[in-house]
């Protein structure tokens, strides 16, 4: 089996600048590392001087709302589940910015305990931020989160929306598989996750053959990003990544977007509720109405009806998506 550093890197990107990514880069359908996007960043100088620095720098933003933190004593600094998979290894819960940057001081590796502020929204708790620090992404309603931690390892996960990482200060390594390597990944639950999404439940570090024997068939297909303080990569909507942070302290800000409102993460758990039990005759029959009216739609399926009548066979705009929202929920009430 293959080892993370025997790994290919992610495509290197050079030159761009954060208020001018190239489109090509954005519609990638593989990750790119953009090698230096953000190293003119006031914070990417301030943050990585030092943890009173960083600190010091943060603040000048910070609101007084209380953040959630995740905290674990496991020294591998693993966020993962319990041996019985009834609960999780790490504990959550709120705390000031202040404490958290405190907490980190006090614990600066992974002997101790592994602290992660993650996905805490830019705009709302450090409003003034992206006046001096920001990239221009494709959609007006992106969203922009911030992570704060020492070393900590997150589990292959993907996301709906596409990405844009942005290291601030610490080294990560981001190890990367094209969404059909779902079946050789291993995923654990969708109903019960360290953070909203299913992972992997491989342990990178130490991948038990015997238990996982797929797992040597997705390093095959995977790819390894190492970064610093300045890179960004860009991880296209639903790619698998494993995300390792290395240093005493490592801050990373993430830029997301997607080309429709809803994510369809509702819909798979619809899915598994309303078809996967069914006879076999009868969830072939469901395949081939998913296939026709979602999978492969075309004009075809609605250019026969009158365009007053197409509803939301038609393409989608505000209006419809509202009024198919509203049918669906009224459906499932």
């Not at 290894?89 to 992660?116: C, D, R, W």
């Not at 029959?285 to 979602?294: I, M, Q």
């Not at 609605?302 to 939301?312: S, T, Y």
């Amino acid at each position: 089996m293959k080892s993370i550093s025997d790994l290919p890197a992610v495509k290197v990107v050079e030159g761009c600048k954060p208020n001018d990514i190239p489109p090509e880069v954005l519609g990638s359908d593989e990750p790119i590392l953009l090698k230096g996007l953000v190293s003119e960043w006031p914070a990417v100088a301030t943050c990585g001087s030092s943890l009173p620095e960083a600190a010091q720098y943060l603040s000048r933003f910070w609101t007084n709302e209380l953040v959630t933190v995740y905290v674990s004593d496991v020294n591998d600094g693993r966020f993962f589940y319990n041996d019985e998979y009834t609960g999780f290894n790490f504990g959550a819960g709120t705390a000031h910015f202040g404490q958290v940057m405190q907490k980190l001081g006090e614990h600066p590796g992974s002997e101790g305990q592994a602290i992660y502020m993650g996905s805490t929204n830019v705009d709302r708790w450090l409003p003034g931020f992206r006046e001096e620090n920001d990239v221009a992404m494709p959609s007006d309603d992106g969203l922009v989160s911030i992570w704060i931690g020492n070393k900590t390892r997150i589990s292959a996960h993907y996301d709906f929306p596409d990405n844009i990482a942005c290291v601030v200060a610490g080294e990560r390594r981001f190890t990367l598989f094209p969404p059909d390597q779902i079946e050789n990944l291993y995923i654990g639950p969708i109903d019960r996750t360290p953070s909203g999404q299913a992972i992997s439940l491989v342990d990178f570090n130490n991948p038990d053959c015997e238990k996982f024997p797929r797992f040597a068939e997705a390093l095959e297909h995977a790819t390894v990003s190492e970064m610093g303080p300045g890179d960004a990569i860009f991880i296209p909507s639903m790619w698998w990544h494993h995300v390792e942070s290395f240093s005493a302290y490592n801050i990373l800000v993430n830029y997301w977007w997607t080309s429709t409102p809803s994510s369809p993460s509702a819909a798979l758990m619809h899915g598994i509720l309303a078809l996967r039990d069914l006879p076999e005759r009868q969830r072939a029959a469901w395949k081939g109405l998913f296939d026709y009216y979602v999978f492969s739609a075309d004009d075809s399926v609605f250019e026969h009806i009158p365009e007053a009548g197409r509803g939301c066979l038609a393409p989608l705009d505000e209006s419809t998506s509202k009024t198919l929202r509203d049918e669906m929920m009224k459906r499932l009430g």
